[in-house]
């Protein structure tokens, strides 16, 4: 529920699938970060029709917390992708400042702070910016398939993306307007739609370091996964990219 008269100056997105595990980390999380930042700010859990206790777990947590102003769970009747959860939540974000990153606990919800000051710092230049984070510590044949998805997204669609699906994304509202409330893809081809517009629209991409955790509890839904879910990401990958590379080469 969103209280009338808060006015956040950032809202973060976080899309959730089955991450019940999670949900109190992430609320404990949230409701420390109050007594760090500085900065009024609106969380949005988008749950994407869990089959676990997610909704609840983070519901009881926001009222734990007391942090019903400014933490709301909205639950979709069906699954509909992440691209799509995240899209439904900016669609209700109330902030100038848009941002997502994921309920996984791999990389620290603070970070999006980190990329709100970069964001803001570079604005008062006047300059147009997207910032992101960029992933250390990572696995090494993580790493490796990064670099290869970054290589070939230059060769096929002539711009050079790094570390695509790093979080946290940070953007203004006007970004958001422009390029990304419509035809964004419903899977995890948004972070690549992103970036892309982002860079063919002459956005600054700044990048942020963030340290890559293993993941704790809960299963991984993307490229965090094994080995099977790492080829089923990179294949839908590949062919958004194909997707793309096609109108390019048509312009």
Same mark, same amino acid.
């Given at each position: 529920m969103q209280i009338p008269g808060y006015e956040p100056?950032?809202?973060? @997105? @976080?899309? %959730?699938?089955?991450?019940?595990?999670?949900?109190?980390?992430?609320?404990?999380?949230?409701?420390? *970060? #109050?007594?760090e930042i500085t900065i009024p700010f609106e969380v949005i859990f988008v749950d994407g029709c869990s089959s676990d206790a997610t909704p609840d777990k983070l519901h009881a947590g926001i009222v734990e917390h007391s942090m019903e102003q400014n933490v709301s769970v909205h639950v979709m009747p069906s699954r509909r992708g992440y691209g799509h959860d995240i899209i439904y939540g900016l669609q209700q974000a109330r902030a100038n400042v848009l941002s997502w990153t994921h309920a996984d606990m791999q990389t620290d919800i603070k970070d999006v702070f980190t990329a709100y000051d970069c964001l803001k710092a570079l604005e008062v230049q006047n300059k147009k910016v997207f910032v992101k984070g960029k992933r250390l510590q990572r696995p090494k044949l993580d790493a490796i398939l990064t670099f290869a998805m970054q290589v070939f997204t230059l060769l096929a669609i002539r711009v050079n993306l790094n570390d695509i699906n790093a979080q946290p994304k940070v953007f203004t509202r006007e970004f958001f307007d422009n390029h990304l409330s419509k035809d964004a893809p419903n899977d995890f081809s948004l972070d690549l739609f992103a970036l892309y517009h982002a860079k063919i629209k002459g956005y600054q991409i700044k990048t942020i370091p963030v340290y890559f955790r293993a993941r704790q509890? +809960?299963?991984? $839904? +993307?490229? +965090?996964?094994? *080995? #099977?879910? $790492? %080829?089923? *990401?990179?294949?839908?990958t590949i062919k958004y990219i194909l997707k793309l590379s096609s109108k390019v080469f048509k312009a």
């Amino acid at each position: 529920m969103q209280i009338p008269g808060y006015e956040p100056s950032i809202s973060l @997105i @976080i899309p %959730c699938y089955n991450e019940a595990e999670n949900a109190k980390f992430v609320i404990s999380k949230i409701a420390k *970060l #109050r007594s760090e930042i500085t900065i009024p700010f609106e969380v949005i859990f988008v749950d994407g029709c869990s089959s676990d206790a997610t909704p609840d777990k983070l519901h009881a947590g926001i009222v734990e917390h007391s942090m019903e102003q400014n933490v709301s769970v909205h639950v979709m009747p069906s699954r509909r992708g992440y691209g799509h959860d995240i899209i439904y939540g900016l669609q209700q974000a109330r902030a100038n400042v848009l941002s997502w990153t994921h309920a996984d606990m791999q990389t620290d919800i603070k970070d999006v702070f980190t990329a709100y000051d970069c964001l803001k710092a570079l604005e008062v230049q006047n300059k147009k910016v997207f910032v992101k984070g960029k992933r250390l510590q990572r696995p090494k044949l993580d790493a490796i398939l990064t670099f290869a998805m970054q290589v070939f997204t230059l060769l096929a669609i002539r711009v050079n993306l790094n570390d695509i699906n790093a979080q946290p994304k940070v953007f203004t509202r006007e970004f958001f307007d422009n390029h990304l409330s419509k035809d964004a893809p419903n899977d995890f081809s948004l972070d690549l739609f992103a970036l892309y517009h982002a860079k063919i629209k002459g956005y600054q991409i700044k990048t942020i370091p963030v340290y890559f955790r293993a993941r704790q509890f +809960g299963e991984a $839904k +993307g490229g +965090g996964g094994n *080995l #099977r879910l $790492k %080829c089923i *990401l990179i294949l839908r990958t590949i062919k958004y990219i194909l997707k793309l590379s096609s109108k390019v080469f048509k312009a």
